[in-house]
């Protein structure tokens, strides 16, 4: 990627903005109503919780797909966090720096890519690592006296799974989605609609 083409343009800035707003509000539902509601339905094997993870991760994926930019995971998962825990997320301020390390997650297999890769497969595992970091998070913070074996282990193999699918696969398809409408024709995915 050539230096103009990783610069941010005003466009690129309101875009994340946006997708970070939207999402942020998303989190604050899906922590309240499917978080919440995932508790008492999956009481029978409390790891399986994790099931619902991946919605917290698509802006870290679905931004570096969008815009093909360095840092865009890291400030839309960032702002994103920071719109949920300004309406009162479940897990108050530690949102934010959640967040933020779920966003470096997201990036780092873009930026070993040199943000040359944007297909199916860069961003399922953009979705994995963002999810690892994500539930080892909460291994280490919210967990840390449960049996690793018994619930840890578990916990991060399924929130890293459904983050792979939610957050990799769906933005996947929503980036197409969006693309196919002509409203990303601003940008390198718009652009690539004839193709996907």
């Known amino acids: 990627m050539n230096t103009s083409a990783r610069r941010w343009r005003t466009v690129d800035i309101v875009i994340a903005a946006v997708l970070a707003v939207a999402f942020g509000v998303i989190f604050w539902f899906w922590d309240y109503i499917v978080w919440n509601g995932a ?28 815009l093909r930019k360095p840092g865009a995971a890291i400030f839309t998962e960032g702002l994103a966090a920071t719109v949920s825990a300004l309406m009162g997320a479940y897990w108050g301020i530690a949102t934010i720096w959640q967040g933020l390390a779920q966003g470096v997650g997201g990036e780092l297999p873009f930026f070993a890519s040199r943000y040359r890769h944007f297909g199916p497969t860069i961003a399922m595992i953009a ?48 980036t197409r989605a969006l693309a196919k409408t002509g409203v990303l024709d601003r940008f390198p995915a718009g652009r690539e609609r004839s193709r996907v």
Request: glycine share 8%; charged share 5%; hydrophobic share 60%.
């Open 39 to 66: 508790e008492a339905f999956l009481a029978f094997y409390p790891p399986l919780k994790a099931v619902v993870y991946g919605m917290w991760m698509m802006p870290a994926v679905i931004a570096p797909l969008i």
């Open 127 to 174: 979705g994995a690592t963002s999810g690892l970091v994500a539930t080892v998070w909460d291994a280490a913070v919210y967990y840390p006296t449960l049996d690793f074996l018994s619930f840890q282990l578990p916990y991060v193999l399924i929130g890293v799974f459904s983050s792979l699918l939610i957050a990799g696969i769906g933005s996947t398809y929503l």
